[in-house]
């Protein structure tokens, strides 16, 4: 990939060490022969969302899925909050593709199973989960079931729950890609709002440009198999706008023509 082509944000200042949630260090992952991610290196900012961008086939979600210890690395280590992964953790929340919702509970026992597998008192995690089924928008479904929920509205259950367990750090693998365009839209503008105040870390899979352009602090560009980090891109000149003001930003607009014109060739 041409990295040359794609036109720098403005510069801003690199984080901190103290600054930095979770170390992606010389990551490897095979499949047998198929190396999947080859020595990776990536570290995600405090309170930001990243998101991993790239062709399809890439390795986005198995670095999610190494992040969030559901799978073992070949090589390398990956740090959150400076204590190594070794598996799962309470610091970690998962936002599946295909939400993961259980089928027979309702949005209430649905937001609120994390709490509960933490043995969390009935009433307390039911205050905690009323409390972020309604930051979703949810508010007056705490007794629907999932059938009884359009994909949106399901999509925003698994959002909730992974909210409501209060990690630090959320793993989202594409969460939008199957509602349709304008819950999409809202969909990514109720997550800047989320990052502007939940003060948490936030790694967002997306195969889409112009989403990832628009929801993130910073944006890692990956190779195609074996995956490697081409290229961050810190987005800075439209992040202070108005929601409806950031698809319009020439900065916006740049960034989105210069990623697509070095992706294209990896599309078949």
């Known amino acids: 990939?041409?990295?040359?082509?794609?036109?720098?944000?403005?510069?801003?200042?690199?984080?901190?060490?103290?600054?930095?949630?979770?170390?992606?260090?010389?990551?490897?992952?095979?499949?047998?022969?198929?190396?999947?991610?080859?020595?990776?290196t990536l570290e995600f900012p405090r309170g930001q969302l990243t998101s991993l961008l790239g062709p399809s086939g890439c390795g986005k979600t198995t670095l999610l899925k190494i992040i969030a210890g559901l799978l073992e690395p070949t090589s390398g280590e990956v740090e959150v909050n400076g204590k190594p992964v070794t598996g799962p953790g309470p610091n970690r929340a998962f936002v599946f593709q295909d939400f993961a919702l259980l089928p027979w509970a309702t949005v209430m026992r649905n937001v609120a199973f994390g709490l509960e597998l933490r043995s969390i008192n009935k009433s307390k995690r039911e205050d905690i989960a009323a409390k972020y089924i309604k930051e979703?928008?949810?508010?007056?479904?705490?007794?629907?079931?999932p059938h009884e929920l359009s994909g949106g509205m399901r999509q925003r259950v698994g959002l909730a729950r992974a909210l409501s367990v209060d990690a630090k750090v959320l793993l989202m693998d594409e969460p939008f890609s199957a509602?349709?365009?304008?819950?999409?839209?809202?969909?990514?503008?109720?997550?800047?709002?989320?990052?502007?105040?939940?003060?948490?870390?936030?790694?967002?899979?997306?195969?889409?440009?112009?989403?990832?352009?628009?929801?993130s602090d910073q944006i890692a560009i990956l190779l195609p198999r074996p995956s490697r980090v081409s290229e961050i891109i810190r987005p800075s000149g439209f992040r202070h706008k108005d929601?409806?003001?950031?698809?319009?930003?020439?900065e916006y607009l740049d960034i989105v023509d210069d990623i697509w014109a070095s992706l294209r060739s990896y599309v078949e």
């Open 1 to 40: 990939m041409d990295m040359s082509l794609i036109k720098e944000a403005p510069a801003t200042a690199e984080p901190a060490l103290s600054e930095i949630a979770v170390s992606v260090r010389n990551i490897s992952k095979n499949y047998g022969a198929v190396e999947a991610l080859k020595d990776l």
């Open 136 to 145: 979703v928008g949810l508010g007056g479904f705490e007794n629907s079931y």
């Open 179 to 215: 509602v349709d365009e304008q819950t999409r839209r809202k969909f990514q503008e109720d997550l800047l709002g989320l990052v502007q105040n939940e003060n948490k870390t936030f790694i967002f899979v997306t195969h889409s440009i112009e989403e990832a352009v628009y929801v």
């Open 243 to 250: 929601h409806d003001q950031i698809r319009r930003d020439p």
